[in-house]
T-cell receptor, first 112, second 111 residues
Framework: DAGITQSPRYKITETGRQVTLMCHQT?????MFWYRQDLGHGLRLIYY???????DKGEVPDGYVVSRSKTENFPLTLESATRSQTSVYFC???????????FGDGTRLSIL | GNSVTQMEGPVTLSEEAFLTINCTYT??????LFWYVQYPGEGLQLLLK?????DKGSNKGFEATYRKETTSFHLEKGSVQVSDSAVYFC??????????FGKGTKLTVNP
């Protein structure tokens, strides 16, 4: 089925490790987004991408790296994980201007 | 910058009660406004939207009207069900097309 999928759904790792969260969408949407969801903060935008090879920082980009070599994939990498990056991460995509965003089911990441 | 403020929860109601979740926004220009719903263990789903002043978005018995004069987009439902228990997020999208979210309101509906 068409949609947006995130993997893994759950991940436990240690501080200082590198971890990559995957996001794949089958709609060929131009825009893709990464958010983190934390209690008391709602959703905050980490990075977004308007098209392949175009990425830009959101509200909380520090400690994260993204790439978008193909339209359908938008991986998020934590190069050296810290405990403050324990969170639930959501990927989203959007077809074009003024269209709603469609969200994946999230990755729950715990950093020990 | 742009911001969204929604009423803090949690909100607990009995089945068939009337629901209002307040949402106000600060933005330059004319943003689009959205309500998203998040069921336990899932991502956010678009519930309804409005793109200009006085527009009313509606879906699944929920309604919200874009009020420019009061910069508000309150969510209402006349008779809630247990299945409406979820977290509700108000959001706006400005010219940059990025979404700015409120902090969410958790709704619990008891039978």
């Amino acid at each position: 089925d068409a949609g947006i999928t995130q993997s893994p759904r759950y991940k436990i790792t240690e501080t200082g490790r590198q971890v990559t969260l995957m996001c794949h969408q089958t709609w060929s949407h131009s825009y893709m987004f990464w958010y983190r969801q934390d209690l008391g903060h709602g959703l905050r935008l980490i990075y977004y991408s308007a098209a392949a090879d175009i990425t830009d920082k959101g509200e909380v980009p520090d400690g994260y790296v993204v790439s978008r070599s193909k339209t359908e994939n938008f991986p998020l990498t934590l190069e050296s994980a810290t405990r403050s990056q324990t969170s639930v991460y959501f990927c989203a995509s959007r077809a074009g201007d003024s269209q709603p965003q469609h969200f994946g089911d999230g990755t729950r990441l715990s950093i020990l | 910058g742009n911001s969204v403020t929604q009423m803090e929860g949690p909100v607990t109601l009995s089945e068939e009660a009337f629901l209002t979740i307040n949402c106000t926004y600060t933005a330059t220009g004319y943003p689009s406004l959205f309500w998203y719903v998040q069921y336990p263990g899932e991502g956010l789903q678009l519930l309804l939207k409005a793109t200009k002043a006085d527009d009313k978005g509606s879906n699944k018995g929920f309604e919200a009207t874009y009020r420019k004069e009061t910069t508000s987009f309150h969510l209402e439902k006349g008779s809630v069900q247990v299945s409406d228990s979820a977290v509700y997020f108000c959001a706006l999208s400005d010219r940059s097309e990025k979404l700015v979210f409120g902090k969410g309101t958790k709704l619990t509906v008891n039978p």
